[in-house]
């Protein structure tokens, strides 16, 4: 049975932001099946409980702000990685409003740190920095938005990871342009653009399904504030899949992936909130919701749709799980937890590759 990825990621030393967080926890663990040697830098877990510590991924763990860059930089020396998969982020819209000075550090000044400290790594050969699918200039229309649209956003978030995109883009252009590699420089950088990602394990405020999931363990009903705002639902394993292969071809020297490329799932799976709602219920017959008449709220998007053929087309990447499958593989990892103190993480990813396999993913 071939390994997943081909072995790329078997021995090789990886550095890894934002290990302590939801995708970043999952990462972890993939990446350690994948028989990587992974460094972790990041902030403790935000939450009790949490997935990192719930999983307790085999790697080195360090806790640490990106902007202290004196650590930062001696953290990622040390570990020497080939690789760095930058994750750590203020990842919250609502909390951004509150707190927009912290987002912008966290986004921007973040990302900076980590393409600095990269740049004075002499082992590093690949950046994979993450941002969003809210870096778009968001006109709310039918169209899929595809990496060549303008970048915008309306809300802090949304802003900073934005603003995040074009800091990569000009450390692209200024330290590690395709066109001198292998000659100039032997960096290839890309950013990852991720739709709205489902998964067990994630237990932050002000997210659809663990806030459901909190809710009905609790026997409480929950509250849904924009039932018919449409987003592009994914599991993360999908979107994990979607960062490991771009940073497999930025090893391999692909010159062509050291871009900015969208990781979403296809049109049918761009459901709406009450959607999912709905699919969970199927799942979790108890969960129960409120659709009060909210007033006053902050701007969130009411549509957006992802075009990731870009991906498709020169990565070879597609989604593995639809949206229902997502939705049915998190709501079982929640109930498996609070009903019983499983953790589905490590099956969910045997699973996932198993019918990565099936399905003949070009990276299975």
Not at 74 to 85: D, G, K, L, T, Y
Not at 283 to 291: D, Y
């Amino acid at each position: 049975m071939n390994q997943p990825f081909s072995g790329t990621y078997q021995d090789r030393p990886v550095f890894l932001t934002g290990h302590t967080g939801f995708k970043g926890s999952w990462l972890s663990v993939w990446l350690s099946r994948l028989g990587a040697k992974v460094t972790g830098y990041a902030r403790a877990p935000s939450t009790k409980p949490n997935h990192f510590d719930a999983v307790k991924p085999d790697m080195t763990s360090v806790i640490g702000d990106l902007l202290d860059l004196e650590l930062l930089s001696r953290s990622m020396r040390e570990a020497r990685p080939e690789i760095v998969f930058h994750l750590a982020a203020q990842p919250l819209v609502r909390d951004s409003y509150e707190d927009p000075i912290e987002t912008y550090n966290s986004n921007v000044m973040g990302t900076l740190h980590v393409c600095e400290a990269a740049r004075r790594c002499q082992s590093v050969r690949a950046v994979v920095c993450i941002t969003t699918d809210k870096v778009y200039e968001n006109l709310e229309r039918e169209q899929a938005y595809r990496e060549t649209d303008r970048l915008g956003g309306h809300d802090p978030y949304s802003s900073s990871k934005a603003c995040a995109e074009i800091l990569i883009a000009a450390y692209r252009r200024s330290y590690w342009p395709p066109g001198g590699y292998g000659k100039a420089h032997q960096v290839l950088i890309a950013s990852a653009r991720g739709g709205n990602v489902v998964g067990g394990g994630d237990w932050s405020k002000d997210r659809l399904i663990p806030d459901i999931m909190k809710a009905t363990a609790a026997g409480n009903n929950t509250v849904i504030r924009n039932p018919s705002s449409v987003r592009p639902w994914q599991h993360v394993l999908d979107c994990l899949s979607g960062y490991l292969l771009l940073g497999k071809h930025l090893l391999a020297g692909d010159t062509r992936a050291a871009d900015g490329f969208n990781f979403g799932p296809p049109a049918t799976d761009n459901l709406t909130v009450g959607d999912v709602c709905t699919a969970v219920k199927q799942c979790w017959p108890a969960a129960e919701f409120e659709f009060p008449s909210l007033k006053n709220q902050p701007h969130e998007a009411g549509l957006l749709r992802l075009d990731c053929s870009k991906a498709h087309d020169l990565l070879g990447w597609e989604a593995v799980w639809n949206a229902d499958e997502a939705i049915r593989r998190t709501v079982d990892w929640y109930r498996g937890y609070h009903e019983a103190s499983l953790l589905r993480t490590g099956e969910d990813i045997g699973d996932y590759e198993k019918d990565a396999r099936q399905k003949e993913a070009v990276w299975a």
